[in-house]
């Protein structure tokens, strides 16, 4: 039996980096950017209004006040999008809406609030005008003016080669005028379940059969990390049916199975594994998840990870969250970060007594007054998957260490504190 650290490395040293695939910019939250992207426009393209309110020359402002007004002849108005062609010569404005350009002729913004104006109807495009407008206070140059480049300047690399895409990113991305990029592909993921007491959801129910929550349950995790899962089905405990479902998988970056690893008669995906590929381990000192069998497939030349996962359904998703995600970050080029994990005091007992493997106990952890604390999230079967889904992290029981008493400091990795408990 070798250690979790161990599994992980030897499962990362066959997982490789997928390559590049150009996506419309709608589908790449949380890809990693393939290459650096450069702008080819400045943005904003033109010094603009930050503010509604009338271009000015700052010079005819000078000593304005609501007392002593300053007024101005309004030649124009301007909207957003649109570009005023006439200079804003002395002793004139333009009424001006934000985002538009500034006039040629004129250096700040005198905002509304700051004139005897109160209607505020918004232009419809640039038009000439012929009024008048009181200014109430004095402007200094570049008031309110945003600088032509201030946000991005052409030929800057705006975004780097393997950034995790985030939406201000998608936002940059479109402002660039850019309908899609480069991201490393997103692993596509073959799920296969075995067991002859399997059913599918959705299927009547009969006596003595359980429905199939490995693949679903797997599938959620896959997409969760970015992933693609494909589910193959149910394959009975043949090696026949087993060998069939794997083949029609073989064209995904990893071949993930639930059951039929362990030591009995009917674990047949460890023999599948023999006969079709290479077992590199089968067992791995933790608890739930002891039999976790990992090897590849060749096909076509390319050599396929499996991971065989037990059947268990708390096991098989314990696992692939240790193993699954760190080698679908290592295919989608992200840098592998760990969950976060906490020291917390539990209010439950943990106990493995007899039991010396590293123990991952489903709990309940929260911050009260800026200290973390857990309590067990219900039974630790490894078939009580329930209790999986009220957890929303693991407390890790070291190897050896039997029991944990309440009230004791335990390590606790976070899965997903944001999901209300
Ligand atoms: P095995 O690894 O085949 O010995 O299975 C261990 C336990 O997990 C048994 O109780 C199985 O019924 C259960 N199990 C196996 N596969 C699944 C699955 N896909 N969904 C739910 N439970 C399963
Ligand atoms: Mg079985």
């Given amino acids: 039996m070798i250690s979790v650290e161990e599994a992980l ?3 990362l040293a066959l997982v490789a980096t997928l390559e ?17 992207v450069v702008s080819h426009l400045t943005i904003p393209p033109l010094a603009n209004t930050a503010m509604d309110g009338y271009a000015v020359r700052a010079a005819d402002t000078r000593g304005a006040s609501t007392e ?12 957003a999008g649109y570009i005023f062609g006439d200079a804003v010569g002395d002793g004139e404005a333009v009424r001006i809406m ?71 990113d998608v936002g940059v991305l479109a402002s660039l005028g850019l309908a899609s990029v480069s991201v490393v592909r997103r692993p596509v993921v073959s799920i296969l379940s075995t067991g002859d007491e399997l ?29 693609i899962p494909r589910r193959l089905g149910i394959a009975t405990d043949s090696v026949e049916q ?36 290479d077992i590199d381990f089968w067992t791995v000192r933790m608890k739930p998840g002891k039999p976790l069998a990992f090897g590849s497939i060749t096909s076509g030349g390319r050599r396929i990870p499996h991971l065989g996962l037990p059947g268990n359904p708390v096991s098989a998703m314990v696992t692939f969250e240790l193993f699954g995600r760190p080698a679908i970050q290592k295919m989608m080029g992200k840098p592998l970060t760990p969950r976060p994990t906490v020291e917390a005091t539990t209010q439950d007992a943990i ?58 400091t335990v390590r606790v990795m976070l899965l997903d504190t944001e999901r209300p408990i």
């Fill in 68 to 79: 002593r007004p300053v007024p101005l002849r309004v030649i124009g108005e301007l909207a």
């Fill in 351 to 408: 106990t493995t007594v007899g039991d010396p493997r590293r123990f991952y106990a489903r709990c309940i952890a929260e911050q009260v007054d800026g200290r973390w604390r857990v309590r067990l999230a219900g039974g630790q079967g490894s078939g009580v998957l329930s209790s999986m889904a009220r957890a929303n992290a693991l407390a890790i029981v070291p190897e050896g260490k039997e029991v944990v008493e309440a009230g004791e």
């Fill in 98 to 168: 934000t985002g538009a350009p500034i006039p040629p002729g004129a250096d700040a913004i005198v905002p509304f609030e700051e004139t005897n104006e109160d209607r505020r109807g918004v232009p419809s495009g640039s038009q000439r005008l012929e009024s008048t407008v009181s200014i109430f206070k004095e402007a200094q140059p570049h008031a309110n003016v945003r600088d032509a480049g201030e946000d991005i300047r052409e030929g800057e690399t705006v975004l780097r080669k393997g950034k995790a895409i985030g939406p201000a």
């Fill in 20 to 36: 590049a695939e150009d996506r419309a910019i709608d589908d790449v939250l949380g890809q990693v950017l393939a290459g650096d």
């Fill in 9 to 11: 490395d030897r499962i």
């Fill in 199 to 227: 059913l599918k959801p959705g299927d009547p129910h009969q006596p003595g059969r359980i429905y199939d929550s490995n693949a679903w349950g797997l599938s959620a995790l896959v997409k969760s990390y970015g992933g």
């Fill in 242 to 277: 087993v060998t069939a479902a794997l083949r029609g998988g073989l064209d995904a970056d990893m071949l993930v199975t639930s059951a039929g690893v362990s030591r009995g008669d009917y674990d047949v995906v460890k023999e599948v594994l023999a006969r079709e590929g």
